[in-house]
């Protein structure tokens, strides 16, 4: 008796991401969920939007009443150098996150590119030639009207906060403390305020609800030492991450100048998506 033996298929081939491109197009973005393109079609003309709300189940089936974000590139980190990294995407990549370690390490601000003080991360900002702008330290619970006036205005917001395995914002008392740049906002149909953020350990761009990012940043109580580093030396200021230098309750707000003249970047308000459901 003969049979007839269907042979397996071959695996799909792997998608090496590490070789597309950081800058649009995006097209990487919707390989392997092709159901994304069908949800978020108001974000249809911002890809990378279009699929991190769908990831976040944010405005799929209704557009919010308004969404606004700065289009910056996205910048991967290497050890754990994330609030440079925020630092070099606002700035377009110039300087890079490692030169702005070596200036930080220099200062005495860090070992191992960790920055566990919000002011010290701060000065190192407003030391950048390419920067050109007005930045201050706020103080206190950013679920509040003057962090959503200041985003809604155009300003970016760096924020330490505790990172959960999907990188959105979680409650672990600072033991998780990561830091993003929020580049943006979105109001849905239910007037709930989100903020749009990159971060530097994922290409997609985060949509979190401001309130549950400003519990994540007010819970940064203690510094737990990262399994990866556990014979490092990391620099606390006094006081620790909840004292007076350090990181909880506290955010960087920044306005960059409308003619700003930061290298290779030209003004980041030409480069936005806003969408205006009422417009």
């Given at each position: 008796m003969s049979h007839n033996i269907i042979p397996i298929p071959p695996p799909a081939p792997i998608v090496n991401t590490s070789t597309l491109p950081s800058t649009p197009p995006y097209a990487y973005l919707t390989v392997g969920v092709?159901?994304?393109?069908?949800?978020?079609?108001?974000?249809?003309?911002?890809?990378?939007?279009?699929?991190?709300?769908?990831?976040?189940?944010?405005?799929?089936?209704?557009?919010?009443?308004?969404?606004?974000?700065?289009?910056?590139?996205?910048?991967?980190?290497?050890?754990?150098?994330?609030?440079?990294?925020?630092?070099?995407?606002?700035?377009?990549?110039?300087?890079?996150a490692d030169t702005l370690f070596r200036q930080a390490k220099a200062r005495g601000f860090t070992a191992m590119g960790e920055m566990f003080s919000a002011g010290n991360l701060m000065e190192v900002l407003k030391s950048q030639q390419e920067f050109s702008g007005q930045c201050y330290l706020f103080e206190g619970d950013l679920n509040c009207d003057e962090i959503r006036r200041e985003i809604m205005s155009g300003a970016c917001l760096i924020v330490p906060y505790d990172s959960d395995v999907n990188h959105a914002p979680c409650l672990k008392s600072g033991h998780k403390a990561h830091w993003a740049l929020i580049v943006g906002y979105l109001i849905d149909d239910n007037d709930q305020f989100f903020v749009i953020a990159r971060q530097g350990k994922s290409r997609h761009l985060g949509i979190w609800s401001l309130s549950k990012l400003a519990a994540s940043n007010a819970n940064l109580k203690e510094f737990s030492q990262p399994k990866n580093y556990a014979d490092a030396d990391f620099i606390l200021s006094e006081g620790g991450i909840a004292g007076p230098r350090g990181l909880c309750r506290r955010t960087i707000v920044i306005h960059l100048d409308v003619n700003g003249n930061t290298t290779n970047s030209g003004d980041i308000h030409g480069t936005q998506f806003c969408f205006n459901s009422s417009s």
């Open positions: 092709p159901s994304a393109v069908q949800e978020c079609r108001w974000a249809a003309d911002s890809p990378e939007l279009q699929i991190s709300c769908f990831f976040s189940c944010v405005s799929e089936r209704k557009p919010p009443k308004k969404c606004v974000y700065h289009q910056l590139a996205p910048i991967l980190q290497q050890g754990p150098t994330c609030g440079f990294v925020t630092i070099s995407m606002l700035l377009r990549g110039n300087p890079s």
